[in-house]
Nanobody
Framework: QVQLVESGGGLVQAGGSLRLSCAAS????????MGWYRQTPGKQRDLVAT???????NYADSVKGRFTISRDNAKKTVYLQMNSLKPEDTAIYYC???????????????WGQGTQVTVSS
């Protein structure tokens, strides 16, 4: 099954760090831009950070200087290093890939299942 699988979420105190990972399953051969988004109950899903296949990055203003997105194309994995976490960073974090080449043909706008990040004050 073609999918993105996130890991690394959890509970951390304010000021702490977490590293999220998102791995593409077998059957995914190429990936365009990848990104992390987050969502809290009753609110829309917001962009956190994106990275192109050429490693150009973009960040939401609220996380600039604290979060770093990176990718390992050989491992088909994208990471989000989150430092200096704040209670307002609490959310479900979702991984996204905009374009993929797969064994089922091209796919677009694939989402992972999400991973919970909770920052206590």
């Amino acid at each position: 099954q073609v999918q993105l699988v996130e890991s690394g979420g959890g509970l951390v105190q304010a000021g702490g760090s977490l590293r999220l990972s998102c791995a593409a399953s077998a059957g995914i051969f190429t990936i365009g831009s990848m990104g992390w988004y987050r969502q809290t109950p009753g609110k829309q899903r917001d962009l956190v950070a994106t990275i192109t296949s050429g490693a150009d990055t973009n960040y939401a203003d609220s996380v600039k200087g604290r979060f770093t997105i990176s990718r390992d194309n050989a491992k088909k994995t994208v990471y989000l290093q989150m430092n200096s976490l704040k209670p307002e960073d609490t959310a479900i974090y979702y991984c996204n890939a905009d374009r993929l080449g797969t064994n089922k043909g091209p796919m677009y706008d694939l989402w992972g299942q999400g991973t919970q990040v909770t920052v206590s004050s």
